[in-house]
């Protein structure tokens, strides 16, 4: 469906900060409203997938709000390969490649999602180089953070994997994530991720609420995460 807004500038500047950094390809105005008018949006309850693995990508994806997991069976169990925020665009590398979804995509909670038809994006990409040329950059920086999502897994004990994912995730008000699904992300059982936090806890590097985690100490858990 069309989106719902009102605020077409709004919308323009926030599409801008979706698609990676802009002193690497500056967009013009038109580039983003051309975009911007080609959207729709579709909106998903908690628990809904949004598409499934193997599927053939006919679309590329936008979250506006919510959470979104990218996901596959692992051995019989389910593991997060990502959790997307508001800004993250997904489903474009296996469109571009011609390949099925790796991973199945489901909303954590109420997510509204844009999207743009395949056939479209490949035609603005083709008429815009500029546009063309940004998508790159945000391809790029999304493969970028994916070797910062192996780096936490190679961080070493459970602790410093936590705290290596909280450096990146967990500034500011914190990050809105289950223990559950931070030991789906990390490879870990629930009940081992919950000591490893209460343990940095306790060193006063971070701190927890419902389903949130807060990085209070940055320079001391980075300390941490130095020693070996």
Do not use: K
């Not at 474009?92 to 099925?100: E, K, M, N, Q, S």
């Not at 971070?206 to 100490?217: M, P």
Request: proline share 3%; glycine share 10%.
């Amino acid at each position: 469906m069309a989106i719902a807004t009102t605020n077409q500038s709004e919308l323009v500047t926030w599409l801008a900060g979706c698609l990676g950094r802009g002193d690497l390809a500056p967009l013009s105005c038109e580039d983003l409203e051309e975009l911007a008018g080609h959207l729709t949006e579709e909106r998903y309850a908690g628990g809904t997938a949004i598409y499934e693995r193997d599927a053939l990508p006919e679309r590329v994806h936008i979250l506006r709000s919510g959470m979104v997991e990218l996901a596959r069976d692992l051995g019989g169990r389910s593991a997060v390969v990502q959790l997307l925020r508001p800004g993250s665009v997904f489903g474009d590398v296996p469109l571009f490649l011609r390949t099925g979804e790796p991973t199945e995509a489901r909303a954590v909670d109420d997510a509204t999602v844009l999207s743009i038809d395949s056939v479209t994006l490949f035609g603005l990409l083709g008429r815009r180089p500029m546009l063309a040329r940004r998508w790159l950059v945000s391809v790029a920086g999304r493969m970028a953070e994916m070797q910062d999502r192996v780096s936490d897994l190679l961080a070493g004990g459970l602790d410093r994997q936590v705290a290596s994912w909280l450096l990146r995730e967990g500034s500011g008000d914190g990050v809105a994530v289950s223990q559950l699904t931070l030991a789906r992300l990390l490879g870990a059982r629930r009940t081992s991720v919950n000591q490893a936090l209460r343990r940095l806890e306790a060193d006063g590097y971070i701190s927890t609420g419902y389903r949130r985690i807060a990085v209070v100490d940055a320079e001391g858990l980075a300390d941490m995460l130095s020693r070996r």
